[in-house]
């Protein structure tokens, strides 16, 4: 029989745990995260106003995305040529804007 080295099977599962890990699980199952402590806080209608406001803006980054900027970018296959209205002069547009008699 060899002595030593690397055996198969050998030495603790990979991924089980000691006391410490388990303690420290334990500990944590009974915490609240930040987040749900702010939500909470915004969902208490005893609180003041304000107060769950700020709740409310502490926690929005953490559950919706911002809405940002996209920039498109595009290459135009065909051009149509729009025609331009003809310059008016200053005595023709008066005429043209001025109200008709019934």
């Known amino acids: ?10 030495g603790r599962p990979k991924g089980s745990g000691n006391k410490f ?8 199952d ?6 749900e ?6 969902n208490d209608t005893g609180n003041d106003q304000r107060e769950r406001l ?6 929005a980054p953490y559950i ?5 900027h996209i920039e498109m970018k595009a290459e135009v296959e065909q051009y149509q040529d729009i025609p331009l209205r003809p310059q008016l002069t200053k005595e023709e547009w008066l005429e043209r804007m001025s109200p008709r008699p019934v």
């Open 1 to 10: 029989m060899p002595h030593g080295g690397i055996r198969p099977g050998a």
């Open 21 to 28: 890990t388990k303690d420290i699980s334990e500990m944590l």
């Open 30 to 35: 009974d915490m609240q995260s930040p987040l």
């Open 37 to 42: 402590y702010m939500l909470q806080i915004m």
């Open 54 to 59: 700020d709740a409310a803006k502490a926690a």
């Open 64 to 68: 919706h995305a911002r809405i940002s």
